[in-house]
Nanobody, 117 residues
Framework: QVQLMESGGGLVQPGGSLRLSCAAS????????MGWYRQAPGKQRDLVAT???????NYADSVKGRFTISRDSAKNTVYLQMNSLKPEDTAVYYC???????????WGQGTQVTVSS
């Protein structure tokens, strides 16, 4: 079974930075997309950023220029570097892995990111 292990969440001041990591274990298909989603209280879960196994990235408009997604495909690990954080970035951040071959998706447990002074 595929497992996603997230780390790096926590409390940070506005304007600060935080780096999230997510490592996938198990049998990972070559063609996949890894990404980050977030969900604030009372709101839907929204896409933050994704990156394909080929390195193609996609970002939500709200984080463009501030967040950077990257991955080490050999280690099946995805990162999210978050800079210039704003209070509205406060949410539970979820790691996602979509394996395009079998058409399966997996989610991490979520990690809390709180931006507050």
């Amino acid at each position: 079974q595929v497992q996603l292990m997230e780390s790096g969440g926590g409390l940070v001041q506005p304007g600060g930075s935080l780096r999230l990591s997510c490592a996938a274990s198990g049998t990972i298909f070559v063609f996949n997309v890894m990404g980050w989603y977030r969900q604030a209280p009372g709101k839907q879960r929204d896409l933050v950023a994704t990156i394909t196994s080929g390195g193609i990235t996609n970002y939500a408009d709200s984080v463009k220029g501030r967040f950077t997604i990257s991955r080490d495909s050999a280690k099946n690990t995805v990162y999210l570097q978050m800079n210039s954080l704003k209070p509205e970035d406060t949410a539970v951040y979820y790691c996602n892995l979509a394996m395009l071959g079998p058409g399966r998706a997996y989610w991490g447990q979520g990690t809390q990111v709180t931006v507050s002074s």
